[in-house]
């Protein structure tokens, strides 16, 4: 039966450390590939595949699901992972990342795998797709919602000032963008390379709802989510400030780790911090 | 004869879409009259969407409504879409590979005084690079009518190339219209005129002067520039040993280029691309511009007569 997969708390916290588990092996095999980014965003992944969300792994295309567009493309193996962990297709085939013939695309495309909803890899254009799927949902009155993980770098583009102004005169308030505010993109701190601040109030003056929490705050993120789905006719920015590369000390707030992948050594030493992580969360009460 | 734009073919082949099918959805980027997609509007408000001056949104949204089920139109002038939303148009549309179809009104030098920012030029070149792509340029409203009902039927991703000004209506509404299959308008031996757009008629007055010098020209009406029909290329090229394409394009990289590359894999044999000898237009009227830049008959004439001298 399609529907909602209600992990605990602890649960998806665990489902997270499993998801960034793989996201490290995954990219050390692949040997290039996102990094911190993919790390950073496991929580919200997690949160939404199993809890948030109304999808069916085993019908992906199933007419009454929640949408998830993925904006920034560039860390898709945290959504391959996520995908893999949610039944949609063997946990195996993660390790084809970036590999010729490989169903698991450098940036993702929509008709390779299964759960992908949209191609992207050129920043700025997932706001649109999602806002034009909303605007569909809205106008035919359908149940399901969407939601769009963006990342703050990719504020830089004017694409998405138009998406922004789009969703708020279409009044789409079946539409949930997730803000992945790490801070950091290529070439250094993201108010360094274009000053983004002060994001709340731009969309707040844009005509959205505005949540700012803490992105690794399993609970936070839930009831994020759910306060969206509560607001009438305002689409909602969830300006969700992560940690590039969480959990991980030498990958931690780096943006040399933005695209760039770990070494043998440097992987064991994560998969060892994580099992740590992963004992401590399990002694949770 | 009667004269109407293809902007408005377009206009007239959208309503007639909407009535047969309810999916077929319409964006316009503050054009919608100018561009035609306010009658479809009018009778279906809520398969309409005004993105305001903001074509990459455009393409964006288009491809999120089109994953939904939807055909979606998205409709601006030439030099904006597919000129000002190119990245998006190759990843949210062709790589993604949903059901949207790029409208480009206002294309070529007959756009007028406005100049040569309004005059897309550049256009047929841009989009029949893209993998999944079609490209589709009418020759006047019937055909425009009945291409916009073809590749609403057959779905995109797509790009149509309409006009604004007013040109003869040669074509009937019996004539058989096909995507991927180019239409004889004349037989001829000597020479064989692939040409599109408005640039067909004309290339039809061509060849009637032609014809009082002795000159026997064949014109193909070549619409689907992508994929291009190769048969008639390599058929024609035969027959005649000389060709000579036209457009309101670029010479580099418009219909006549697609033309070249097939000749030159297939059956090489002489080909004379016209056009716009890699220069933008400029203000004036429609007539004043393509007789300046040697687009009406006359010079299509003279370019046919440069041809028929390097034959023999």
Redesign the interface.
Known sequence: MPGRTHMSIKEIKLMANTIRQDVIRMLLEAKSGHSAGSIGLADIFAALYFHVMYHDPKNPNWEGRDRL?LSNGHVCPVLYATLANAGYFQKEELFTLRKLGSRLQGHP???SLPGI??????LG?????????????K?ENKRWRVYCITSDGEHDE??IW??V??AAKYKLGNLTAIMDRNNIQIDGFTEDVMPLEPLAEKYRSFGWHVVEIDGHNVREIIDACERSRAVFNKPTMIIANTIPGKGIPYMEFLNEWHGKTPTKEQAEEAIKLLEEERKEIEEER | MERAASRDGFGKGLVELGERNPDVWVLTADVSESARTHWFQEKFP?RF?Q??I?E??M??????????G?TVFISSYGVFNPGRNF??V???IC???VNVILHGSHTGLTVGPDGATHQALEDIAITRVLPNMTVVVPADFEEARKATIALGERGGPAYIRTCREKFPVFTKPETQFEIGKANVYREGKDVAIFAIGPMVYESLRAAEMLSKEGIDCAVIDCHTVKPIDKKAVVEWARKCGLIVTVEEHQVNGGMGSAVCEVLSEEYPCRVLRHGMYDKFGESGSAEELLRKYGLDADGIAKKVREGMKMKR
């Open positions: 567009v495309h929509r008709g909803e949209n191609t992207s890899g050129s254009q997932g706001l649109s797709i999602a806002a034009g799927m909303a605007l569909v949902g106008r004017g694409q138009e998406a102004m789009f | 809520k969407v993105v305001g903001a990459q949104n393409a964006g949204v288009a491809a999120g409504i089109a994953s939904c939807k990245d998006q190759r990843v949210s790589y993604n590979n």
